[in-house]
């Protein structure tokens, strides 16, 4: 009965490896087809039509077949198992051989699943050529059993809410466009965030990026000219939202560019100050960015202001703050250089407020993220219910936070501390 057992999981763990090492294959032809098909098919937003209809039968060909070596995959696994299982009862369950065994499995495992799938995806097409003597008789001997399965996909997706046919096909081609990136090797990883960034363009809103309110450098519309030179001069910024008693009633845009003359003569323009502002463009703050990017190169404007739901000014989102999901933070000689995130050993992080929690919980590695916060500032205020002072502290699952540094009730540097697994308080202030 042990070399019977022995035979039966050499036998069983050839059988995934193969069916692996196919799948691999199947996958490696999928990332060619892909490549053939985008030079034909329309990026997001072209008037082009993506040609998805023709790759719809090789994709579902693709599918039966995968369905079919995931199904063999799993029948080996487990006549490995059990053919261990028998193997440990023949010999006697003691402690060194249920090691062997587990040892010995998950060796099979490692060769017959990854060192296979490995194995196969670099082989790609030449090796399905190969097996496909053996891999269309295995598709038809398991056809009931891919067919029960893509009908309960079916009545599952039919339960489910059907997106527009429109959005559909912007995905699709997204979708490829990204599968394409991630398989040629001669992407560079900047390379390749700079195209992940272009389309995050259509998923990020406005609000997200924005200078909010508290931030915004602006000037009163009564502001005396003398008052206005000063400020133009020390604030070193190129345009001022103007305002009427608050910064909810903006009348228009100050260019430093246009005062430029003025300055220089030394005098106020004849017809004073206000006469050289420009109307201001107000947008919602669930507006795309892709949008407003768009409408930026049409308006050959590059500041626009954001309101909020009752109609005040929420902040204001610029040229800049776009491109800058795209390529990076864009650095100038007024920005200061101080990183919005500082790692030491691996476990303490000093964080800017205004990273979002989403940015920080994939540093953490934690999900950080709560329903109506968006910031690390937000989660301050929302942990002590009340103005933060520098040096307060409380404790998140897994972490103790500091309080390091608020200006003027803007939370500014906090402090994140990786705490031993053994003491993760519930979250309550110290």
């Not at 301050?380 to 103790?400: I, K, M, Q």
Request: aromatic share 6%.
């Amino acid at each position: 009965m042990s070399a019977g057992a022995v035979l039966a999981a050499v036998v069983a763990a050839g059988v995934a490896a193969a069916a692996a090492a196919a799948d691999g294959a199947l996958r490696a032809g999928e990332r060619a087809l892909a490549r053939a098909a985008i030079p034909t098919a329309a990026v997001p937003g072209s008037a082009r039509p993506v040609p998805v209809p023709d790759l719809l039968p090789q994709a579902e060909a693709a599918e039966r077949r995968r369905r079919a070596l995931s199904f063999v995959r799993l029948l080996g696994h487990l006549c490995v198992g059990f053919a261990l299982g028998l193997l440990l009862r023949a010999r006697g369950a003691t402690l060194a051989a249920t090691a062997a065994a587990v040892l010995l499995g998950f060796v099979v495992v490692l060769v017959a699943e990854t060192a296979a799938r490995t194995w196969g995806d670099g082989r790609g097409t030449p090796l399905l050529r190969v097996l496909s003597p053996v891999l269309r008789p295995l598709e038809l001997l398991l056809a009931p059993v891919t067919a029960l399965a893509l009908s309960l996909d079916r009545r599952l997706i039919a339960t489910l809410p059907s997106p527009r046919a429109e959005d559909l096909e912007r995905e699709t081609a997204a979708a490829q466009f990204r599968q394409v990136v991630a398989a040629e090797a001669d992407v560079t990883r900047d390379e390749a965030a700079l195209l992940q960034g272009v389309f995050s363009l259509a998923d990020t809103e406005v609000h997200e990026i924005m200078v909010p309110r508290v931030e915004i450098v602006g000037i009163e519309r009564d502001t005396p000219w003398s008052e206005v030179v000063d400020r133009v001069r020390s604030a070193e910024h190129s345009r001022f939202p103007v305002y009427e008693e608050s910064i909810d009633e903006i009348v228009g845009v100050l260019h430093a560019k246009d005062l430029l003359p003025a300055i220089l003569a030394e005098e106020e323009p004849a017809a004073g100050w206000r006469s050289v502002l420009r109307p201001g463009n107000f947008i919602p703050r669930t507006k795309r960015i892709a949008d407003q990017l768009r409408d930026f190169r049409l308006s050959q404007s590059h500041i626009a202001f954001v309101v909020d739901e009752f109609g005040g000014t929420a902040g204001l989102v610029t040229i800049e703050d776009v491109l800058e999901e795209i390529v990076g933070e864009i650095r100038d000689e007024y920005d200061e250089e101080e990183p919005e995130i500082v790692v030491e050993e691996g476990r303490r992080f000093w964080v800017a407020g205004r990273v979002t929690l989403e940015e920080l919980s994939e540093r953490l590695d934690t999900d950080l993220e709560r329903e109506g916060i968006t910031t690390v500032g937000g989660l301050v205020y929302d942990e002590l219910g009340r103005v933060p002072r520098p040096g307060e502290s409380f404790t998140l699952p897994g972490f103790r936070v500091v309080v390091e540094r608020v200006v003027r009730r803007k939370v500014q540097r906090v402090y994140f501390e990786r705490l031993p697994e053994a003491a993760e308080p519930a979250g309550e202030e110290e």
